[in-house]
C-alpha cells in the first residue's frame, strides 16, 4: 500500500490550503492517521491526527486553524488549512498509523506561505 499525498503548493499568508492522502489499497487494523511537517533544518513533527473513533488532536501552533478530516472508508484523509502563517512553510507528511505497529508514510508535499 502507498500514500499519496497532494495539494500542497505557494500561498501567501492568512491564506488556506487542503491537503489530501489518499492509500492505494486498504490497510489492515488501521487506528491512527495524521499529518506531520518538517521545516527547513529542524525535525519532522506532528501537526494533527485523528484516530479510528473520530478523535483529534493537533499541534498548538495549528489549533483553530488547521481541521483534519477523513473520508467514510478510512483510505483517505485531509487537512483543511486556514490563516496560514509563514511559520507554517514545510513538508507535510501523511502518516497511517496500524494497530500492529506498522506505519506507512506518504511521499511528502510542500507547503510554502510568504509573507
Known amino acids: 500500500v502507498q500514500l499519496q499525498a497532494s495539494g500542497g503548493g505557494l500561498v501567501q499568508a492568512g491564506g488556506s490550503l487542503r491537503l489530501s492522502c489518499a492509500a492505494s489499497?486498504?490497510?489492515?487494523?488501521?487506528?491512527?492517521m495524521g499529518w506531520y511537517r518538517q521545516a527547513p533544518g529542524k525535525q519532522r513533527e506532528s501537526v494533527a491526527t485523528?484516530?479510528?473513533?473520530?478523535?483529534?488532536n493537533y499541534a498548538d501552533s495549528v489549533k483553530g486553524r488547521f481541521t483534519i478530516s477523513r473520508d467514510s472508508a478510512e483510505n483517505t484523509m485531509y487537512l483543511q488549512m486556514n490563516s496560514l502563517k509563514p511559520e507554517d512553510t514545510g513538508v507535510y507528511y501523511c502518516?497511517?498509523?496500524?494497530?500492529?505497529?506498522?506505519?506507512?508514510w506518504g511521499q511528502g508535499t510542500l507547503v510554502t506561505v510568504s509573507s
Open positions: 485523528i484516530t479510528s473513533d473520530g478523535s483529534a
Open positions: 502518516n497511517m498509523h496500524t494497530r500492529t505497529k506498522l506505519d506507512y
Open positions: 489499497g486498504s490497510i489492515y487494523m488501521l487506528n491512527r
